[in-house]
């Protein structure tokens, strides 16, 4: 069974720190691993998708790499702002569809 | 990149209705997808909304309970019918092919 899973779950950070998410995966077959940042009430919107021979892209404040070796993949965000508390998700596309994490919900703190 | 409309943002029913949710691309995309996601949990799929043809319908979700609508390469409904209690959740609506974009969903509560 495909499954994607975040840690951790939540955590809180003050504003200006740094702070690392961490996804693990079994999709298979494996096209892509995508980061989505969801604001309260909002879709999720795209910060980075990465391929199999792609380990780090960066999005501004936000850097994810990729293990496809492992089938492990970390969000990176640098100088947190109040307006990076959200829900994180990691989603793997494998043939079609996307297998969803269960989010690490960020909270930064003034 | 692609931005989707939902309609409506969000709703109260009652139980035994039904809610039509709509959702437009502004540009054609391939693939559109259907999602559900209760609070605090991630996304669940319902369905695949092909153009043209019946939905692909997840383990759990059928079609007389979500009837699906795909007229074109830019537009797809969602009915939710016969709502109970259980149904209240967000309907999220997604396109693309190889980027998925997604809507501002649809909340939805059933009295």
């Known amino acids: 069974k495909n499954q994607v899973e975040q840690s951790p779950q939540s955590l809180i950070i003050l504003e200006g720190k740094n702070c690392t998410l961490q996804?693990?995966?079994?999709?298979?077959?494996?096209?892509?691993l995508r980061w989505y940042k969801q604001d309260t009430g909002r879709g999720p919107v795209s910060l980075t998708i990465m391929t199999f021979s792609e380990n780090t892209k960066s999005n501004g404040r936000y850097t994810a790499t990729l293990d496809a070796d492992t089938k492990q993949s970390s969000l990176h965000i640098t100088a947190s702002q109040l307006s990076d508390s959200a829900s994180y998700i990691c989603?793997?596309?494998?043939?079609?569809?996307?297998?969803f994490g269960a989010g690490t919900t960020v909270t930064v703190r003034a | 990149s692609a931005v989707i409309s939902q309609k409506p943002s969000r709703d109260i029913c009652q139980r035994g209705t039904s809610l039509t949710i709509q959702c437009q691309v502004d540009?054609?995309?391939?693939?559109m997808f259907w999602y559900r996601q209760q609070p605090g949990q991630s996304l669940t799929l319902i369905a695949t909304?092909?153009?043209?043809?019946?939905?692909?319908?997840e383990s759990g979700f059928v079609i007389d309970k979500f009837p699906i609508s795909r007229p074109n390469l830019t537009f797809s409904t969602l009915t939710v019918s016969n709502m109970s209690p259980e149904d209240s959740s967000i309907y999220l609506c997604?396109?693309?092919?190889?980027?998925?974009?997604f809507g501002p969903g649809t909340r939805l509560t059933v009295t």
């Open positions: 997604s396109g693309g092919d190889y980027e998925q974009y």
């Open positions: 909304a092909n153009q043209g043809s019946e939905a692909t319908y």
């Open positions: 989603v793997v596309r494998g043939d079609y569809k996307l297998s």
């Open positions: 540009s054609q995309v391939t693939m």
């Open positions: 996804c693990n995966y079994t999709v298979s077959p494996f096209s892509n």
